[in-house]
């Protein structure tokens, strides 16, 4: 269940943020530099909030390093990914998958799908990461603050 929660949380973070620089994207900066050169540059913006957010859900829910939890976590998320910009496709622009795939820039758009599946691995990565780093991590006693002391 935690999967699921992580996963549902890790799709909103990046497509909520996706949906606003794709708004910028769009009204702003391809009238100046053109589709293919705004896409590419939001492409860098958007792999760090994937990074990002992947390792914030696992920390803010304490997903379980088990494969399978981040595996599925990374799962929802590009399935609800692929439904959110598929049903966007259909009901905003009115043009069915197979044009929407066809229509896409060959270099942007390859650079897209291969962010879908960092989307997709990433939390897997991170997850040992973060066990490799708490198990490592100095233990201090409850009673002690180390708050204003670096």
């Known amino acids: 269940m935690k999967a699921l929660k992580a996963g549902v949380l890790y799709f909103t973070l990046v497509f909520g943020t996706g ?31 994937i990074i990002v957010a992947a390792g ?18 990374g799962c929802i998320a590009l399935f609800l990914m692929l ?20 229509h896409r820039d060959p270099i942007s758009g390859t650079v897209y799908y291969v962010e879908l599946g960092v989307l997709f691995i990433l939390p897997s990565f991170i997850a040992r990461d973060i066990v490799r780093s708490e198990s490592t991590a100095p233990k201090l006693h409850p009673g002690i603050s180390i708050r204003g002391k670096l």
């Open 83 to 102: 439904l959110a910009e598929f049903s966007f496709m259909l009901w905003v622009r009115g043009i069915s998958i197979s044009e929407y795939l066809a």
């Open 56 to 73: 914030w859900v696992i920390r803010w829910l304490q997903l379980t390093p088990a494969l399978s939890n981040r595996l599925g976590m």
């Open 19 to 49: 949906f606003i620089l794709g708004a910028i994207r769009i009204l702003w900066v391809v009238p100046r530099i053109g589709t293919r050169m705004a896409e590419l540059l939001e492409e860098p913006i958007m792999l760090v909030i």
